[in-house]
């Protein structure tokens, strides 16, 4: 690279969803482009998150028989969103995402699988769909990608996966839920696992890339396929304008500062700010140092596309019921003296658990998303004490699907007791004084839970009560999926803090995702997209995918834009079954 120019048509600074769906998209329509990632792997936060995204009206639904028109779906969102709706956002989104899921399904590496059994998350709010609205990249064999780019592939995030091995919710994650109780469950089980140890003796990393990693994947391999330059270790420092147009960026190679042209235009989706401090300070609620926070995203995560936009005129939107998509997670302490963070995604439904607060009170239908229990939990808790939560659980309910980072039998768990992530007591008294919660207010909280869970009922909160809850619950638990008495002991607990899987506030765009200047006019050159754009749904939660649903969308309609081109794919046009491009 001995070179301090190189002229490209598209430059996009990030290598998550939203950055290589814009890189792929305008590679296809004929723009040269490269990639730009701060990082020495590509994949951002995409590759460490669950890969789901929630796309309204996808051909996939449309193909198994789910017919629903767009305005049912602006319905739910205009209720969900309230004032903070744009007509104008909402609607290049829901043009945008059926069109987006068929084009790369058609035309690229990046196959999907339907999400068609996924409900969103209020399912009592009208317009609320129960299934058909998400997909999510369908598994895929990491050994077809060339040996550069597999090296240059992100790994799965260490807390989510399994000895390095990505698990895939449905079917997958019930077979390893079910391994000590199923013939089945224990065939797929040891075949998945077997095929890990061969492929980390061989390649150093499993290639069974499911979630979050098969998107990267899957996204890394069109690029691939489609001549688009990927260079990592390389951030972007500064935008070039001419004028009030921005004309290229300027890179930090390992091998010096690199001039990047960019005739077409500038993507920013470098991933939002969860990891900068004065954002925090400033933005996020019950942050007054702006370090009582935990982000599940890379900590490279921390505000650049923002600076890059702000120095080029654009404007972050900070009006937004929330600025951060919270998660609520777990701190994992490590021997080397470092820790990790595990979000509470699954555990939360099932039967034979509730969060509590330091008074020993429930706070919230824990059933219901990992936004709403953040959100809760900060309500719910007075000024001044630390804004946390327990998650708490008998022994039988650990071994059957574990807590937290502890997995469910036949993996050990005693060592998490020594390290002192998982609290224990022969009795809730013990248990509460072991987590420094009330406990006469533990005591009489599982007391009156326990009295109506013998009947699968939860009056106070209403666990169960939506197709959302059910299905986050255990399917062969009766009366209710997600209601069990917490009983007999010994008892366990887990100390739960607000985490986040990125930010909302973002940089203001318009419907092509041209990022906008304090006039609300487009700024010639220059895109955001992901979580470096401003959320479209305000700084609101109502389905999960509502990060990369957009994220892709956007990425797509901001390469389709940079490319002089309108959408291009007939909605319904996606075949049955994947097509072929592996």
């Excluded at 638990?477 to 607990?493: E, K, R, S």
Aim: aromatic letters at 8%.
């Amino acid at each position: 690279m001995a070179e301090t120019r190189h002229d490209y048509d598209l430059v996009v600074v990030g290598s998550g969803a939203a950055g290589l769906s814009a890189a792929v998209t305008a590679a296809h329509h004929g723009l040269s482009v490269v990639v730009v990632e701060k990082e020495p792997v590509l994949g951002g936060a995409t590759a460490w998150s669950g890969g789901w995204m929630w796309a309204p009206l996808n051909p996939l639904a449309h193909n198994a028989g789910i017919r629903e028109d767009a305005d049912t779906v602006r319905t739910y969102l205009r209720h969900e969103l309230g004032e903070r709706y744009e007509p104008r956002k909402i609607d290049a989104f829901l043009a945008g995402a059926p069109s987006m899921v068929a084009f790369f399904h058609n035309e690229t590496a990046l196959q999907f699988a339907d999400g068609n059994a996924i409900a969103d998350i209020h399912g009592d709010i009208p317009g609320a769909g129960s299934g058909g609205r998400s997909v999510i990249a369908a598994p895929f064999d990491g050994r077809k990608l060339d040996r550069k780019t597999l090296k240059k592939l992100r790994k799965t995030m260490p807390e989510t996966a399994f000895l390095g091995m990505p698990i895939q919710a449905g079917p997958d994650l019930m077979a390893f839920l079910t391994v000590t109780r199923s013939f089945k469950s224990f065939v797929h089980v040891a075949k998945r696992f077997s095929r890990h140890l061969f492929d980390l003796a061989i390649y150093g990393r499993t290639m069974q890339l499911v979630n979050g990693v098969s998107l990267t994947g899957r996204l890394a391999q069109s690029t691939d396929d489609l001549g688009v330059d990927t260079w990592v270790s390389s951030p972007a420092r500064r935008l070039i304008l001419d004028g009030k147009r921005v004309s290229g960026v300027v890179v930090d190679t390992p091998e010096g500062e690199v001039t990047l042209s960019a005739r077409h235009g500038v993507v920013l989706a470098a991933g939002g700010f969860p990891w900068h401090v004065a954002r925090r300070r400033a933005l996020f609620p019950r942050t007054p140092t702006g370090e009582e926070h935990w982000p599940l995203p890379p900590p490279a995560a921390c505000g650049d596309g923002l600076r890059l936009g702000e120095a080029a005129g654009g404007v972050v939107d900070t009006n937004l019921y929330s600025p951060v998509a919270w998660a609520p997670v777990s701190v994992v302490p490590y021997k080397d003296g470092h820790v990790g963070h595990f979000p509470h995604i699954i555990d939360r439904g099932k039967p034979g658990l509730i969060g509590v607060l330091r008074n020993g009170k429930r706070f919230v239908n824990e059933a219901h998303g990992y936004y709403d229990y953040v959100d809760a939990m900060i309500k719910a808790v007075p000024e001044g004490e630390e804004v946390c939560s327990w998650l708490i659980c008998t022994h039988r309910f650990q071994r059957r699907y574990g807590l937290g980072i502890t997995r469910p039998a036949p993996v050990p768990f005693k060592h998490w007791i020594k390290k002192g992530y998982l609290k224990t007591g022969r009795t809730l008294r013990e248990l509460a004084e072991a987590c420094g919660i009330d406990p006469a207010g533990l005591d009489a909280t599982v007391t009156e839970y326990n009295r109506h869970a013998v009947q699968g009922e939860d009056p106070e909160f209403g666990r169960g009560s939506t197709l959302y809850n059910r299905k986050q619950g255990d399917p062969a638990h009766a009366p209710n999926p997600c209601v069990a008495p917490l009983d007999p002991g010994p008892f366990y607990a887990v100390k739960v803090v607000p985490g986040c899987f990125g930010t909302f506030a973002g940089l203001k765009t318009n419907e092509h995702a041209q990022v906008l200047d304090a006039d609300g006019k487009p700024i010639a050159g220059l895109y955001a997209a992901g979580t470096d754009m401003a959320s479209i749904m305000g700084g609101y939660y109502p389905a999960g995918g509502i990060n990369l649903g957009p994220a892709m969308t956007f990425g797509y309609l901001a390469g389709l834009h940079a490319a002089g081109r309108q959408l291009s794919c007939h909605p319904f046009d996606a075949p049955s079954e994947p097509a072929d491009h592996e």
